[in-house]
């Protein structure tokens, strides 16, 4: 609508008015106004086109200067002037997403994609700025679109795997994760993605097998390590998880859950050292205090003290370290109160 100029109207009204003095007729009020009536709205309509496209010009020399705020009035006024301007409500939606207003940005977007629904870029962008703000099914359902219009995408792809994810839609994640690895077989996300929902599904050797995948494609990452360590401990391959653990450790020190798989896998592996679990715990709590899990298992490693105590008659100490565990427990559920089992063992060894 906006690509066309006003020469064609003007050359309309043109030849009406040389078709009136050529035939020399007298038209009536009446006629004249009803053929020069829909002219002059063109004429008008033209005229807010042309100020739309001015103000869509000065918005882009104020976002170039960074005048964020000038520049989104500036547009808004050009969308008074042609409300389907899909350029102009585009534009709004990459200035509000530079400034991280990400909601304003998807609504920007959204409207630009309904106007233009070849828009590859709207789709795209709508997508992005929905799953930064976790609206997941907004931002799947405009990925899958950009997906349609992009076939061999792969940040489309793998965006809307990722959503479909969070969604709980495995199946679907599964799909656009396999498109996404086809698309770009050399980068490793994409396995990382399907060890993940292959881990929400069970499969648990299909989860080690992507894990590994995405390893020997981006070496070592702390956080696949520690993905792929927590995969063999549902294998029961604890001594394989221990190894991957200290060295995901050792190259980020900063990961909680590493420690707190760590701590699980050293209370499997070294009942006769209980002291490495309740360190590794105790790192993990350190790195996130709010880390229900840590507690729970820092209180079995306590209760496990205290029983080994009891066995060898040292009442007091077995009773001090049944203390500990319980004292965990309870700042466990109060953490994540739904948890039934753990609730039910602290009612045990309390009656004792």
Same mark, same amino acid.
């Given at each position: 609508?906006?690509?066309?100029?006003?020469?064609?109207?003007?050359?309309l009204?043109?030849?009406?008015?040389?078709g009136?003095?050529?035939?020399?007729?007298?038209?009536?009020?009446?006629k004249?106004?009803?053929?020069m009536?829909?002219?002059?709205?063109?004429?008008?309509f033209?005229?807010d086109?042309?100020e739309?496209?001015?103000l869509?010009?000065?918005?882009?020399?104020?976002?170039?200067?960074?005048?964020?705020?000038?520049?989104?009035?500036?547009?808004?006024d050009?969308?008074?002037?042609?409300?389907?301007?899909?350029?102009?409500?585009?534009?709004?939606?990459?200035?509000?997403?530079?400034?991280q207003r990400?909601?304003?940005?998807?609504d920007?977007?959204?409207?630009?994609?309904?106007?233009?629904?070849?828009?590859?870029?709207?789709?795209?962008?709508?997508?992005?700025?929905?799953?930064?703000?976790?609206?997941?099914?907004?931002?799947?359902?405009?990925?899958?679109?950009?997906?349609?219009?992009e076939?061999?995408h792969?940040?489309?792809?793998f965006?809307?795997?990722?959503?479909?994810?969070?969604?709980?839609?495995?199946d679907a994640?599964?799909?656009?994760?396999?498109?996404?690895?086809?698309?770009?077989?050399?980068?490793s996300?994409?396995?990382?993605?399907?060890?993940?929902?292959?881990?929400?599904?069970g499969?648990?050797?299909?989860?080690?097998d992507s894990?590994?995948?995405?390893l020997?494609?981006?070496?070592?990452?702390?956080?696949?390590?520690?993905?792929?360590a927590?995969?063999?401990?549902?294998?029961?391959?604890?001594?394989? !998880?221990?190894?991957?653990?200290?060295? &995901? @450790?050792? +190259?980020?020190?900063?990961?909680n859950i $590493?420690?707190?798989? *760590? #701590?699980?896998?050293?209370?499997?592996?070294?009942?006769?050292d209980?002291?490495? !679990?309740?360190?590794s715990y105790t790192? &993990? @709590?350190? +790195?996130n205090?709010?880390?229900?899990? $840590?507690?729970?298992? *820092? #209180?079995?490693?306590?209760?496990?003290?205290?029983?080994?105590?009891e066995k060898q008659?040292?009442?007091e100490?077995?009773? &001090?370290?049944?203390?500990e565990?319980?004292?965990?427990?309870?700042?466990?559920l109060?953490?994540?109160?739904?948890?039934?089992?753990?609730?039910?063992?602290?009612?045990?060894?309390?009656?004792?």
């Amino acid at each position: 609508m906006l690509e066309r100029t006003g020469f064609s109207r003007l050359l309309l009204l043109a030849f009406l008015f040389a078709g009136m003095l050529l035939s020399g007729c007298q038209e009536e009020t009446t006629k004249t106004e009803a053929i020069m009536e829909p002219v002059a709205d063109n004429i008008a309509f033209e005229k807010d086109e042309s100020e739309a496209v001015r103000l869509y010009v000065d918005a882009i020399m104020l976002n170039d200067i960074q005048k964020w705020d000038q520049a989104i009035r500036t547009l808004n006024d050009a969308i008074k002037y042609a409300p389907d301007f899909s350029l102009a409500h585009s534009f709004k939606g990459d200035i509000y997403q530079v400034s991280q207003r990400y909601e304003q940005s998807a609504d920007a977007y959204e409207q630009a994609a309904q106007i233009d629904p070849w828009s590859f870029k709207d789709f795209f962008n709508l997508g992005k700025v929905s799953q930064i703000i976790e609206q997941f099914k907004r931002a799947a359902n405009a990925y899958e679109n950009a997906c349609q219009l992009e076939p061999d995408h792969y940040d489309a792809h793998f965006g809307a795997a990722k959503c479909y994810y969070e969604l709980q839609d495995f199946d679907a994640a599964f799909d656009y994760s396999q498109r996404a690895k086809e698309i770009a077989p050399d980068l490793s996300d994409p396995d990382v993605l399907l060890g993940d929902i292959y881990e929400e599904r069970g499969d648990h050797t299909a989860a080690i097998d992507s894990y590994r995948r995405a390893l020997e494609i981006e070496g070592n990452s702390p956080r696949t390590m520690v993905s792929l360590a927590v995969a063999y401990t549902k294998t029961r391959r604890f001594a394989a !998880a221990e190894e991957l653990l200290v060295s &995901a @450790i050792a +190259l980020d020190p900063s990961e909680n859950i $590493a420690f707190q798989y *760590l #701590g699980f896998v050293q209370l499997q592996l070294h009942k006769d050292d209980l002291g490495l !679990a309740i360190d590794s715990y105790t790192k &993990a @709590i350190e +790195l996130n205090e709010k880390d229900h899990v $840590a507690y729970k298992g *820092l #209180g079995v490693v306590y209760m496990l003290k205290s029983l080994n105590e009891e066995k060898q008659g040292n009442t007091e100490a077995g009773e &001090a370290y049944k203390a500990e565990a319980l004292a965990n427990w309870d700042i466990s559920l109060q953490i994540n109160p739904d948890q039934p089992e753990l609730r039910n063992l602290m009612s045990r060894y309390n009656k004792h």
